[in-house]
C-alpha cells in the first residue's frame, strides 16, 4: 500500500510539473534504478527548489513562519548534500531554479504548495532509500526525509489554520 501511495503521489507530481519542465523530486521516476550520483542531483535540485520557493513566497507576502525557518533548515540540507558530493568526488551542479518557481496567488495556495513539495520530497527519498546505499549517504537521506516529514506538518498547519503565516517585524 504505500509502495502504491508512492507511485501515485510521484505520477501526480510529475504530470503537475510536465508543462514547466522537471527537476528534483517531480523527476524521479519509481520504477528506475538511480545511481548515487543522480541521487544527490535530484536532491540536490529538490532542496534548491524548496529553498527558491520559500524564499520566494516570503517575498511576495512579507511573512516569516513557517518559511523563513523551514528555509533555513532547506539551507542546512543543501550543505549536507554538498558534504556527499566532496566525499564522493562528483562535481557540485550549478542549480537554476529560476525558470521553476511558480509563486502562489494566496497563503493558502502557498501552504499547499508546501504540502505538496514535502510530499513529494519524502516520496523521493524513501525512493532512494529502498536501494542499496552506502552507511553515510543512507543517513542522511534519512535525516533529509525526517526533515521533510516536519516540514509538512508544519505546512499542514498551516493550511488547517486557513493559510496565513506570521508576518514580519517592520521595526
Given amino acids: 500500500m504505500k509502495k502504491m501511495n508512492m507511485t501515485i503521489i510521484l505520477t501526480v507530481m510529475t504530470a503537475a510539473v ?5 527537476i528534483g523530486s517531480s523527476s524521479v521516476d519509481v520504477d528506475k534504478f538511480y545511481s548515487l550520483e543522480d541521487m544527490f542531483r535530484y536532491a540536490m535540485e529538490d532542496e534548491h527548489m524548496a529553498l527558491a520557493e520559500y524564499e520566494a ?5 512579507d511573512v516569516d513562519r513557517p518559511y523563513a525557518n523551514i528555509a533555513k533548515s532547506e539551507e542546512t540540507h543543501i550543505s549536507y548534500l554538498n ?4 566525499t564522493y568526488g ?3 551542479p550549478r542549480i537554476d531554479t529560476d525558470a521553476h518557481v511558480v509563486i502562489p496567488s494566496s497563503l493558502a495556495e502557498a501552504a499547499q504548495v508546501g504540502v505538496d513539495a514535502e510530499i513529494a520530497n519524502i516520496a523521493m527519498y524513501e525512493k532512494f532509500l529502498d536501494q542499496d546505499l552506502p552507511d553515510d549517504v543512507r543517513e542522511v537521506f534519512t535525516f533529509l526525509k525526517n526533515g521533510s516529514e516536519n516540514h509538512l506538518a508544519s505546512f499542514q498547519r498551516q493550511l488547517a489554520a486557513g493559510g496565513g503565516g506570521r508576518f514580519r517585524s517592520r521595526a
Fill in 57 to 61: 513566497i516570503m517575498e511576495k507576502f
Fill in 90 to 92: 562528483f562535481d557540485i
Fill in 18 to 22: 510536465l508543462s514547466a519542465g522537471t
Fill in 83 to 86: 558534504k556527499l558530493y566532496e
